[in-house]
């Protein structure tokens, strides 16, 4: 299959994971993959932000900026209908993103089937955090893209909700939720191996990756440490970077447990599994309503004993004393009580991590099996052949 895979992503983050994930996927399956995206998407490193467009985003007026993002989709149109006759592709997948018609409208002129995988409602989020100037324009562009794409793709049943709360049907939607390339586990080592490269032996590590930040919570786990007595094994390795870095550095300063803290600041990629493999729990702290996180498929293919949020999203994939030990997010002290209890029962600590592992191969939690799922669903629309269906009105 000559698959045409289209997204506006600059960023070199967890987002950026999936994106080259599931294209290695696909190519490793025999398919060909066409990529659509901004130039500067292929040239940055790990880690780095959007660049330019980061800073127009911060000091440009918001209902200008926005208005920019929509631009750009008549810049994305030419990229697809360039490739789409050079290329010829049998279907087009796409990530979606705000104010990002050029796939929908591609897809409609070429009567090609179009896939729209969905990590967030982005609407609602860029509201929440960042602020959004043009309202309306947002909500039309979001319900367009998501009511005129074939199928769309959310990462949790959770997120499929919001996507069918703006009448997408729910027989359009398909829940394909993250996963792992297990080419990037199979060299991990063991957890004493693990630890001994890091300076760890002999402590009973607490872990978290990931992008650093203050609603996570991790504040906590170092008021957790510092209760602990002086001879205790127990030690925080933060494995990532993030806006909330500083601060915790300064209260472990402040409780005297410097000794029994280390964050790494940013790991690239092929590093990540070699210091989850010392992770004796690994911790999910907070998540949003409706992620999918990556870190919590990484720590599933280790085989680690997780604490996570007793939330829909993750009970989707975690399920209490089984895979992990879950804690009620509304209550303060749940975080230090999971995690305690997870340090002093061995046993539960060993079944749950055990759990783990087998969550992946049990629930078919891969790039490959994803990439498998998203070919499956291209060759029934290509069997249908459907025609293009009209734009319904945005809400």
Not at 61 to 80: D, I, N, Q, T
Not at 155 to 180: E, F
Not at 299 to 304: M, R, S, T
Not at 367 to 389: H, I, K, M, Y
């Amino acid at each position: 299959m000559r698959i045409l895979y289209h997204h506006r992503t600059r960023s070199k983050d967890g987002q950026y994971v999936h994106i080259e994930e599931m294209i290695h996927a696909l190519r490793k399956q025999g398919h060909e993959v066409i990529i659509v995206a901004p130039p500067s998407a292929e040239t940055e490193d790990f880690g780095s932000d959007a660049g330019a467009v980061a800073l127009l985003k911060r000091w440009l007026p918001k209902w200008f900026y926005e208005l920019m993002e929509l631009g750009y989709s008549a810049v994305a149109y030419r990229r697809l209908a360039k490739a789409i006759q050079e290329h010829k592709p049998d279907c087009i997948y796409e990530r979606y993103n705000l104010f990002l018609p050029a796939g929908i409208w591609a897809a409609r002129r070429y009567k090609l089937p179009l896939l729209l995988e969905v990590n967030a409602p982005i609407l609602e989020e860029r509201s929440r955090y960042d602020g959004l100037s043009l309202t309306r324009l947002a909500r039309w562009s979001q319900a367009y893209a998501w009511r005129n794409a074939d199928v769309t793709l959310p990462v949790t049943q959770v997120l499929g909700d919001i996507v069918a709360s703006y009448g997408v049907d729910p027989k359009r939607i398909v829940v394909i939720p993250n996963g792992i390339n297990g080419e990037r586990f199979e060299s991990a080592p063991d957890v004493e191996a693990a630890k001994h490269a890091l300076g760890l032996d002999g402590r009973l590590v607490l872990g978290f990756t990931g992008f650093v930040r203050d609603w996570h919570g991790l504040d906590k786990v170092l008021n957790l440490i510092a209760n602990d007595p002086p001879a205790s094994r127990r030690h925080l390795l933060v494995v990532g970077d993030g806006p909330a870095r500083p601060n915790l550095e300064r209260q472990a300063r402040e409780l005297g447990i410097e000794n029994r803290v280390t964050f790494t600041g940013i790991v690239g990629r092929d590093d990540v599994a070699r210091h989850v493999a010392a992770f004796d729990v690994a911790l999910q702290p907070a998540v949003v309503a409706y992620a999918s996180p990556l870190k919590l498929f990484e720590y599933l293919a280790l085989g680690k004993a997780i604490v996570g949020p007793a939330q829909p999203n993750i009970e989707e994939i975690l399920v209490q004393n089984q895979n992990a030990v879950l804690f009620d997010p509304d209550n303060t002290d749940a975080l230090a009580d999971a995690i305690q209890v997870l340090c002093t029962d061995d046993a539960l600590r060993a079944r749950v991590a055990e759990n783990a592992r087998a969550t992946i191969v049990t629930r078919q939690l891969t790039w490959d099996a994803n990439a498998r799922r998203v070919v499956g669903l291209f060759d029934e629309l290509l069997q249908d052949s459907p025609a293009p269906q009209p734009e319904r009105r945005a809400a």
